[in-house]
């Protein structure tokens, strides 16, 4: 059965980094998958931040977080990172990990992944 465990969130100020990780177990081959990040907001829907295909590295991202945002992929150990610099208080959600079999279109899409952390918080403050 594949788990995914989200690490890393917190409170920081507006500026600040946070480099979220993703722990993905129960599969023997890493490759081959799309993993992506989400994120939701009170009252928001669940919205696709950055996705990696993990044959290739071909990474995604939405318009909001390009250039602040880099997610990577270690496959030796399964683990998924998502680094976030210039961190704003828009950003401030629940992360979520997500994963599944094959490329990543439509990788934005919540209902094309199969498998998803618990995820964790991240707050900015102004």
């Known amino acids: 059965q594949v788990q995914l465990v989200e690490s890393g969130g917190g409170s920081v100020q507006a500026g600040g980094s946070l480099r979220l990780s993703c722990a993905a177990s129960g599969y023997t081959y890493a490759s081959n998958r799309c993993m992506g990040w989400f994120r939701q907001a009170p009252g928001k829907e669940r919205e696709g931040v950055a996705a990696?295909?993990?044959?290739?590295?071909?990474?995604y991202y939405t318009d909001s977080v390009k250039g602040r945002f880099t997610i990577s992929h270690y496959n030796a150990k399964n683990t998924l990172f998502l680094q976030m610099n210039s961190l704003k208080p828009e950003d401030t959600a629940m992360y979520y990990c997500?994963?599944?079999?094959?490329?990543?279109?439509?990788?934005?899409?919540?209902?094309?992944?199969?498998?998803w952390g618990q995820g964790t918080q991240v707050t900015v403050s102004s």
């Open positions: 990696i295909y993990t044959t290739g590295g071909t990474t």
């Open positions: 997500a994963a599944r079999w094959g490329s990543c279109r439509y990788w934005d899409t919540a209902n094309e992944y199969y498998y």
